[in-house]
């Protein structure tokens, strides 16, 4: 299967097994969604169950708390990742805080899953890569699949966490990978980075479609040793897989698409400099997106991380 595939499977699974499953969001019902990633799911399960939604991301999210909230668990589609943003107010002021402000009465047991990313010439407010703002926020879980396989059990075990889940789907990939999965019913707990290649002279730590690219460019390095992590969520972090990965190595690289500045990969080296800092035999080099605004698609090639920026990065650790 893709990840197309895969995800879809899993809404349907999880709507066979649980009726108090729903998915809402624009165009999911009768078209299947703007990547086709529900489609089908409105023929089986009709229009109680599949809700083609007006244009309002702040509504189809606020909905989704109030059903959540009343003991539904809504899966909200917001078509691009750019259209996330009117509902932050939403998941920031409301969603992430209902537990607490309760004092553990109600619980919103959601999911909102939005592709996100560049790499298919899109137009504006369609390739952001948005997610520190969720991940900076106490009381979302953020996950990111890279992969068919990942994205199928990672998306079951969101759906059925009790907290909300932000659920970015790396829009690249989509279609770009096909890999064996199981039709039977198999979850991936959140919170649990995966070794993805072992090695023993630099680690590089990514997620979302960059672990593809990160795997793609380092073979064209076949004289070093890496070691590759995918942390596949993001909130909660699994510091200790990479926290250990580069006690073994003493070289680290961050490599994300979101612009540099106040990102996650941030998080990742402060997490490095705190826990293994004098196992360090070089400064943790980044490769990330630039300050900018994705640019428009004649540009995008040069604003992505790719092969060329990679090996520099690989060739700087390695030379301290």
Same mark, same amino acid.
């Given at each position: 299967?893709?990840?197309?595939?895969?995800?879809?499977?899993?809404?349907?699974?999880?709507?066979?097994?649980?009726?108090?499953?729903?998915?809402?969001g624009e165009d999911v019902g009768k078209d299947g969604g703007v990547f086709r990633v529900t489609d089908g799911l409105w023929e089986k399960?009709?229009?109680?169950?599949?809700?083609?939604?007006?244009?309002?991301?702040?509504?189809? %999210?606020?909905?989704?708390?109030?059903?959540?909230?009343?003991?539904?668990?809504?899966?909200?589609?917001? +078509?691009?990742?750019?259209?996330?943003?009117?509902?932050?107010? +939403?998941?920031?002021?409301?969603?992430?805080?209902?537990?607490?402000?309760?004092?553990?009465?109600?619980?919103? +047991?959601?999911?909102?899953?939005?592709?996100?990313?560049?790499?298919?010439?899109?137009? !504006?407010?369609?390739?952001?890569?948005? !997610?520190?703002?969720?991940?900076?926020?106490?009381?979302?879980? %953020?996950?990111?699949?890279?992969?068919?396989?990942?994205?199928?059990?990672?998306?079951?075990?969101?759906?059925?966490?009790?907290?909300?889940?932000?659920?970015?789907?790396?829009?690249?990939?989509?279609?770009?990978?096909?890999?064996?999965?199981?039709?039977?019913?198999?979850?991936?707990?959140?919170?649990?980075?995966?070794?993805?290649?072992?090695?023993?002279?630099?680690?590089?730590?990514?997620?979302?479609?960059?672990?593809?690219?990160?795997?793609?460019?380092?073979?064209?390095?076949?004289?070093?040793?890496? !070691?590759?992590?995918?942390?596949?969520?993001?909130?909660?972090?699994?510091?200790?897989?990479?926290?250990?990965? %580069?006690?073994?190595?003493?070289?680290?690289?961050? %490599? +994300?698409?979101?612009?540099?500045?106040?990102?996650?990969?941030?998080?990742?080296?402060?997490?490095?400099? !705190?826990?293994?800092?004098?196992?360090?035999?070089?400064?943790?080099?980044?490769?990330?997106?630039?300050?900018?605004?994705?640019?428009?698609?004649?540009?995008?090639?040069?604003?992505?991380?790719?092969?060329?920026?990679?090996?520099?990065?690989?060739?700087?650790?390695?030379?301290?």
């Amino acid at each position: 299967m893709n990840m197309v595939q895969a995800i879809n499977l899993a809404l349907k699974q999880e709507m066979e097994r649980d009726p108090s499953v729903v998915v809402l969001g624009e165009d999911v019902g009768k078209d299947g969604g703007v990547f086709r990633v529900t489609d089908g799911l409105w023929e089986k399960f009709g229009d109680n169950r599949v809700i083609d939604t007006p244009l309002a991301e702040s509504g189809i %999210v606020g909905v989704s708390i109030g059903l959540a909230v009343s003991g539904i668990k809504p899966v909200a589609e917001i +078509q691009f990742d750019g259209f996330s943003y009117p509902s932050l107010d +939403q998941l920031i002021n409301h969603a992430s805080r209902i537990r607490n402000r309760s004092r553990g009465r109600y619980h919103a +047991q959601m999911v909102v899953r939005f592709p996100y990313g560049g790499g298919i010439r899109a137009l !504006e407010h369609h390739s952001d890569s948005p !997610e520190a703002h969720y991940a900076h926020t106490p009381g979302l879980k %953020v996950v990111v699949p890279s992969n068919p396989y990942d994205a199928k059990g990672l998306l079951v075990s969101s759906i059925r966490d009790g907290d909300p889940v932000i659920f970015m789907e790396p829009k690249r990939v989509y279609r770009a990978i096909k890999m064996e999965v199981p039709e039977k019913e198999y979850t991936i707990p959140l919170g649990e980075a995966k070794v993805v290649q072992s090695g023993d002279e630099i680690t590089i730590i990514s997620w979302g479609s960059m672990t593809k690219t990160v795997l793609d460019s380092i073979q064209k390095a076949p004289d070093v040793s890496i !070691e590759v992590i995918d942390l596949r969520t993001l909130s909660p972090l699994d510091d200790k897989t990479f926290i250990d990965s %580069v006690k073994k190595t003493g070289r680290a690289i961050v %490599v +994300q698409e979101a612009p540099r500045n106040c990102s996650f990969s941030s998080e990742v080296i402060a997490r490095i400099n !705190e826990k293994a800092f004098l196992n360090l035999e070089a400064p943790v080099a980044r490769v990330a997106g630039f300050d900018t605004v994705i640019p428009l698609p004649k540009l995008e090639n040069y604003y992505l991380p790719n092969e060329n920026r990679i090996l520099n990065a690989i060739n700087y650790v390695k030379s301290f």
